[in-house]
């Protein structure tokens, strides 16, 4: 646990242990899998290509990626189970993809997705395989909110108009600026030594160790959720936004994007 101003830490505390139930303490520079807190970075690198004019956030996104050049919204199921798709009404966005006004779901928590995911033997965004991402709308773009693998798509839009994979990206201008060592897609020798298990919840309340990694040779560097950090490492980038877009004198983030971000509520 930790916590921060503008002005410095103010608290910092670890607790418990990294593997149930007897293996190594926590400490502050425990790794853990930080799953959708990578959405922000993933926001964050969107938005300096948009201050760059490389992205912009009106235009239709499958200019940038031809996969989203033609979506299709999920109606339902006929009779036989197959599923029903039609053209979507408007094109899809940045802007819609980073509020997750977009349509996209997941199939965790949106039935309908999940129901076509099976039919269709779509792989689940985990497997960080691309044809993970090959799922419909399950709204016309702009039409509501739902959470769902939108910033994946950010993540693609990033590499495409940068030339750099996610992984290179952040390295060079997020986490290299902000001194983040040990935050990465890829976990290294020495964050791997400080791994947190993943744990599951059994039937008498307890927690189980459970194997589970994000696969280290993706398909594609998961924008959506695929980063490894520690909280020192993480609440530096929080800080960011603390600090005008500033940290340590590297320019990361111009003030008025830190200003519609927060408007937003990205990530």
């Given at each position: 646990a930790l916590a921060a101003?503008?002005?410095?830490?103010?608290?910092?505390?670890?607790?418990?242990?990294?593997?149930?139930?007897?293996?190594?303490?926590m400490t502050l520079e425990s790794v853990f899998w930080i799953a959708s807190m990578t959405k922000p970075v993933t926001s964050t690198a969107a938005m300096q290509l948009v201050e760059q004019g490389k992205l912009q956030l009106d235009q239709p996104i499958g200019e940038i990626l031809p996969e989203l050049q033609s979506p299709q919204v999920l109606e339902g199921f006929d009779p036989s189970g197959a599923p029903r798709l039609r053209p979507a009404t408007r094109p899809v966005t940045l802007r819609q993809l980073l509020t997750h006004t977009a349509g996209f779901s997941y199939d965790v928590w949106n039935a309908?997705?999940?129901?076509?995911?099976?039919h269709a033997g779509v792989p689940g965004v985990i497997t960080v395989k691309n044809e993970a991402l090959q799922t419909p709308l399950v709204f016309d773009p702009?039409?509501?909110?739902?959470?769902g693998i939108n910033?994946?798509?950010?993540?693609?839009?990033?590499?495409?108009?940068?030339?750099q994979t996610l992984e290179a990206y952040f390295r060079e201008h997020i986490f290299g600026p902000l001194g983040m060592?040990?935050?990465?897609?890829?976990?290294?020798?020495?964050?791997?030594?400080?791994?947190?298990?993943?744990?599951?919840?059994?039937?008498?309340?307890s927690l189980e160790p459970i194997e589970f990694e994000?696969?280290?040779?993706?398909e594609f560097f998961m924008g959506g959720g695929?980063?490894?950090?520690?909280?020192?490492?993480?609440?530096?980038?929080?800080?960011?936004?603390?600090?005008e877009g500033r940290f340590n004198g590297a320019q990361v983030l111009k003030p008025e994007?830190?200003?519609m971000m927060a408007q937003n509520q990205i990530g």
């Open positions: 101003t503008d002005q410095g830490t103010l608290y910092e505390g670890a607790f418990g242990k990294r593997k149930l139930p007897d293996g190594p303490a309908n997705i999940g129901r076509y995911m099976e702009g039409e509501r909110w739902e959470y910033i994946d798509w950010v993540g693609k839009a990033v590499e495409r108009v940068s030339g060592v040990d935050t990465s897609f890829k976990i290294n020798p020495a964050m791997r030594a400080r791994l947190v298990s993943m744990h599951a919840r059994q039937a008498d309340g994000i696969p280290q040779e993706p695929g980063l490894y950090s520690t909280g020192p490492d993480y609440l530096r980038f929080a800080q960011v936004f603390l600090h994007t830190v200003s």
